[in-house]
């Protein structure tokens, strides 16, 4: 049963900007926080930023600080990630994760060792290209 779906990657030009999509299958209010990852082949998945559903506390990994902003629609159950400045470093699958238990948003629950046993579902990811 799918219950996150990313959209919104593609291919862009270095300096260029995409926005990416997180969709719940039913209501995003079901959770509390939800997290965005970039997974590159041959690295360990890197945690960008996470919002709270509820009160749209955000957390910025320093990779995603000034770059990226998160966001959130309740009414459209989606959680947003706008990337500006797109850069070589960047390219990658990224991926929206949840859990249905009352974590908070901060910089643990997007650290490679507590995401494994803090977030249990994920969506099946959005590939993101850049070009110089």
């Known amino acids: 049963q799918v219950q996150l779906v990313e959209s919104g990657g593609g291919l862009v030009q270095s300096g260029e900007s995409l926005r990416l999509s997180c969709t719940a299958a039913g209501p995003i209010t079901d959770y509390y926080v939800v997290g965005w990852f970039r997974q590159v082949p041959g690295k360990q998945r890197e945690g960008l930023s996470c919002?709270?559903?509820?009160?749209?506390?955000?957390y910025y990994a320093d990779s995603a600080k000034d770059r990226f902003t998160i966001s959130r629609d309740n009414t459209e159950n989606k959680v947003y990630l706008q990337m500006n400045s797109l850069k070589s470093d960047d390219p990658g699958v990224y991926y929206c994760a949840t859990d249905p238990r009352p974590w908070p948003c901060n910089g643990i629950m997007i650290k490679p060792d507590i995401v494994p046993m803090a977030l249990d579902i994920w969506g099946q990811g959005t590939q993101v290209t850049v070009s110089s």
């Open positions: 919002i709270s559903i509820g009160d749209g506390t955000t």
